[in-house]
């Protein structure tokens, strides 16, 4: 099973992920990434600058997902 890493920047602040976790395969990586977003997202302010960057066990990078910005509340 593949390993992840999920290195998140959030307001251009970067958090490395030093342990990673094992996925069985990039689909299901780029779900977690999504989720990772959905629970840091009262958290960004800007997000411009707040993605989840997930690497291999390799170090390169696979793919990015980015925080959406939340309109206006009511």
């Known amino acids: 099973m593949p390993k992840f ?3 998140v920047v959030l307001n251009g602040q970067p958090t490395v992920d030093g342990l990673g976790q094992n996925f069985p395969d990039e689909g ?3 779900a977690h990434a999504r989720h990772l977003t959905v ?3 009262d958290r960004c302010r800007d997000p411009t600058n707040s993605f989840v960057a997930v690497s291999g066990l390799d170090g ?3 793919f990015t997902v980015a925080f959406r910005s939340s309109g206006p509340q009511s």
């Open 28 to 30: 299901a990586a780029r």
């Open 39 to 41: 629970l840091l997202a």
């Open 5 to 7: 890493f999920f290195n």
């Open 60 to 62: 390169r990078l696979a």
